[in-house]
């Protein structure tokens, strides 16, 4: 297993859009291997693929107390969404910065488990906000986008210059 490299806002490949995974073999099971053990490092609940820039439709997810449910979801679509909930949200690739987003209360998501078996969750609350967070960095969208622009380009400067100082 390997603690891959996480791209901080606003690196360009943040901004790709991700592919369908066609084969989910032995390479897609280390890249969801690595990304959980990235995740569970930083310590984060939720990680996709862009943010380690691979850009294949792969999300790995885990919101309970004691890294014990890890959920895969691979080539995620939404097949609904409604109603509408407020969440302060944060992300490893916008680390430090946290800010209220809108998103929808429920969702219902369709997709492929590591072993390539497709399965429909429904969810709400903070496991909607996540699955609707992370399929968002697949599109190559980041939280920050749905905030003011002057609130991103603070958030811009705030990080480039911290990327500054650190080298
Ligand atoms: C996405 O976020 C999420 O700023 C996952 O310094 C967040 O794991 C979905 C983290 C909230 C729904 C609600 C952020 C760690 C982790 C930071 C994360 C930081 C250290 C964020
Ligand atoms: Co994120």
């Known amino acids: 297993m390997a603690i891959l490299d996480i791209l901080t806002y606003p690196d360009p490949r943040l901004y790709k859009v991700a592919s369908p995974v066609d084969d989910v073999n032995g390479d897609i ?36 107390e004691d890294k014990s449910e890890l959920r895969v979801f691979i080539n995620p679509r939404i ?3 409604c109603g509408t909930q407020d969440y302060e949200e944060g992300c490893l690739s916008v680390p430090g910065v946290y800010d209220t987003v809108t998103r929808a209360e429920k969702v219902t998501v369709e997709a492929l ?55």
């Open 29 to 64: 099971r280390r890249l969801v291997r690595d990304m959980a053990e990235t995740m569970y490092d930083a310590p984060g609940i939720g990680l996709a693929a862009t943010q380690v820039d691979v850009h294949k439709q792969v999300i790995v997810m885990d919101l309970s």
């Open 79 to 81: 097949l609904n969404s």
């Open 113 to 167: 488990d590591e072993h390539g078996k497709p399965f429909t969750l429904e969810a709400e609350g903070l496991l909607a906000v996540c699955i609707q967070h992370e399929i968002d960095h697949l599109l190559g969208k980041v939280f920050v986008e749905y905030l003011s622009s002057l609130k991103q380009s603070r958030i811009k400067n705030k990080l480039k210059k911290r990327q500054r100082e650190r080298v």
